[in-house]
């Protein structure tokens, strides 16, 4: 791109673009050709067709520049990660291919008890540079906002040492970071045998020293038959909204106990993987506005065969985001837009549905509502991507389609 710095009120403009805002402007993809988008103070004050410009471009801005025909979307919105762990499951990898199932390792002792070993023993600043390294990638992808739980501390202090790596890493990276307290990930291995002890404990102990800190932006827990009941869960949500976190679920992932109507009726945010939701689970997240967030990577690696009701979830409206679910165990996924694809592969998505399940949804199932497309007033988040058309975003399958990330209008790859 070629610059030049004018005197001017906007701090940056983009000519020569085209732009997918995933507005509802009657065209595919909220599609604009021959436009323009300008941002001041971190927002955008135009997203639209170039010749609509208020006035010169070269009176408008302090930086004009060409996007080359570009096509600019809304930054992606990864809102279910895993990105702050010790270690790693390689072996568990082997396993699998092997035969184990997800289950029967879970229940030898592997899975997410030992990245809890793993993430216990690391210090802070060594869990801080290996999450920064892993958000770098997917920031390179086209990743502008992140959602980070916790989990793999399952005491106080671990899962405090792991919400303020959180917190420390979006104010390093210029990537916002919403973070989620998931302290019923697991049975912590100090109350083998006392699971209804555990969730007293989270309850009581943990989620009001996690809300007094700020730590936390949501609370999450993993409903299954290998996790806690819909009972102890419940328990869990009846905490959080006593202290006024908002919730969401791993629902119904590896069988059916209700998790996706028991998220909706609590207001849920999300109901996370959902593979094996009933057709009233889905009504329910229609009726309560929950979001279904799908996370095709860990279908994948864990090779499953039960789909997610994605025409339940069309027949009634419900909003389907897409994300990573970038996790040591059964998601080491680096790439958003590769979730996108395998949305779309795996899971029968359309292009469009896929990009807008990485953007307006996504940014719908953490609560935001300042961005995910591109209109005047959003947040500035961005992203070029010199391809001739936006279902190239989950055409390529790997490597790096991005040429320029923004955050808040901001530069940051």
Same mark, same amino acid.
């Given at each position: 791109m070629t610059n030049r710095t004018v005197q001017a009120p906007w701090d940056g403009l983009l000519l020569d673009a085209r732009l997918a805002?995933?507005?509802d402007n009657g065209q595919p993809y909220g !599609?604009?050709?021959?436009?323009?988008?300008?941002?001041?103070?971190?927002?955008?004050?135009?997203?639209? +067709?170039?010749?609509?410009?208020?006035?010169p471009a070269a009176s408008l801005a302090r930086e004009v520049a060409s996007a080359d025909g570009a096509w600019i979307t809304p930054g992606l919105i990864d809102c279910h990660t895993h990105l702050v762990f010790g270690g790693d499951r390689a072996h568990e990898f082997e396993l699998r291919l092997a035969g184990a199932s997800y289950e029967a390792i879970a229940r030898a002792g592997g899975g997410i008890a030992s990245t809890v070993r793993a993430t216990r023993e690391a210090g802070e600043d060594a869990l801080f540079d290996a999450a920064l390294? +892993?958000?770098r990638r997917l920031v390179a992808d086209g990743v502008t906002t992140i959602e980070?739980? !916790?989990?793999?501390?399952?005491?106080?202090?671990?899962? +405090?040492?792991m919400l303020r790596v959180a917190r420390r890493l979006g104010t390093s990276s210029g990537v916002e970071v919403r973070t989620?307290?998931?302290g019923a990930h697991a049975l912590a291995p100090e109350f083998a045998g006392r699971?209804?002890?555990?969730?007293?404990h989270v309850c009581e102990v943990m989620l009001p020293a996690i809300a007094a800190d700020g730590l936390a932006d949501a609370v999450d827990a993993f409903c299954e038959t290998i996790a806690f009941s819909p009972a102890q869960t419940r328990r869990v949500f009846e905490r959080a909204r006593a202290l006024g976190l908002p919730v969401k679920l791993h629902?119904?992932?590896l069988s059916d106990l209700g998790g996706a109507a028991l998220a909706a009726e609590f207001g849920g945010l999300s109901a996370d993987h959902i593979e094996h939701s009933s057709e009233a689970g889905v009504q329910a997240m229609a009726a309560a506005?929950?979001?279904?967030?799908?996370?095709?990577?860990?279908?994948?690696?864990?090779?499953?065969?039960q789909l997610p009701p994605i025409e339940a979830l069309r027949r009634h409206g419900v909003p389907m985001a897409v994300a990573s679910d970038l996790n040591p165990g059964t998601s080491p996924l680096l790439s958003l837009r590769l979730a996108m694809n395998m949305a779309c592969t795996l899971f029968r998505l359309t292009p469009e549905e896929a990009l807008r399940g990485a953007t307006v949804h996504a940014a719908r199932a953490l609560g935001l509502a300042d961005r995910g497309t591109l209109a005047a007033g959003q947040r500035a988040d961005f992203v070029l991507w010199p391809v001739r058309r936006p279902a190239e975003l989950c055409y390529w399958i790997g490597g790096t389609l991005a040429s320029a990330v923004y955050a808040g209008g901001a530069r940051i790859a």
């Open positions: 805002t995933l507005t !599609s604009v050709e021959d436009a323009a988008i300008g941002w001041k103070d971190g927002r955008i004050v135009h997203a639209g +067709r170039a010749a609509d410009l208020p006035g390294g +892993r958000l980070i739980k !916790s989990g793999y501390g399952l005491d106080l202090p671990g899962e +405090r040492k989620t307290f998931l699971p209804d002890d555990y969730v007293e629902a119904d992932q506005g929950t979001v279904a967030v799908l996370l095709p990577g860990a279908f994948y690696a864990l090779r499953d065969t």
